[in-house]
C-alpha cells in the first residue's frame, strides 16, 4: 500500500488523520501523547519497589538503567518536543532515519 501511494506509512497515517482533524489539533494531540509517554518513561527511571496490581511485578527499569550507568558511563537522555528535535537536526545528513520529507513523523 505504501509502495503503490509512494508515502511512507507515516505519511499514509498522517493524511488519513487530517481528513477529520486540522494539522494544529493533530500536532497538539502528537504532543500531547509524546508528553504522557515521555512521563512514563520519567516515572519507571525514578520509580522503585511493587508494580501496582496483584501480581507483585518488581519495578526493574531504574535498576537497569543504573547498572547500565555504572557498567558504560555517561547515558544521554534528550527530553525535548518533537519540533524543537525536528529544528534541531534539520542540517543533519547523517541520521540515515531521519532522511525523509517528513522527519517529524519519524
Same mark, same amino acid.
Given at each position: 500500500?505504501?509502495?503503490?501511494?509512494?508515502?511512507?506509512?507515516?505519511?499514509?497515517?498522517?493524511?488519513?488523520?487530517?481528513?477529520?482533524?486540522?494539522?494544529?489539533?493533530?500536532?497538539?494531540?502528537?504532543?500531547?501523547?509524546?508528553?504522557?509517554?515521555? /512521563?512514563?518513561?520519567?516515572?519507571?527511571?525514578?520509580?522503585?519497589?511493587?508494580?501496582?496490581?496483584?501480581?507483585?511485578?518488581?519495578?526493574?527499569?531504574?535498576?537497569?538503567?543504573?547498572?547500565?550507568?555504572?557498567?558504560?558511563?555517561?547515558?544521554?537522555?534528550?527530553?525535548?518536543?518533537?519540533?524543537?528535535?525536528?529544528?534541531? +537536526?534539520?542540517?543533519?545528513?547523517?541520521?540515515?532515519?531521519?532522511? +525523509?520529507? /517528513?522527519?517529524?513523523?519519524?
Amino acid at each position: 500500500m505504501a509502495k503503490a501511494s509512494g508515502q511512507s506509512i507515516a505519511q499514509m497515517k498522517r493524511a488519513n488523520e487530517l481528513t477529520v482533524r486540522s494539522a494544529a489539533e493533530l500536532d497538539q494531540g502528537m504532543a500531547r501523547i509524546w508528553q504522557v509517554m515521555t /512521563d512514563c518513561i520519567d516515572r519507571g527511571m525514578k520509580g522503585e519497589g511493587i508494580l501496582p496490581g496483584g501480581l507483585k511485578v518488581r519495578r526493574r527499569a531504574k535498576g537497569i538503567h543504573d547498572a547500565l550507568l555504572a557498567e558504560r558511563g555517561l547515558v544521554v537522555y534528550l527530553h525535548a518536543p518533537i519540533p524543537l528535535l525536528v529544528a534541531r +537536526t534539520r542540517h543533519d545528513h547523517n541520521r540515515p532515519l531521519l532522511q +525523509t520529507e /517528513d522527519r517529524a513523523a519519524r
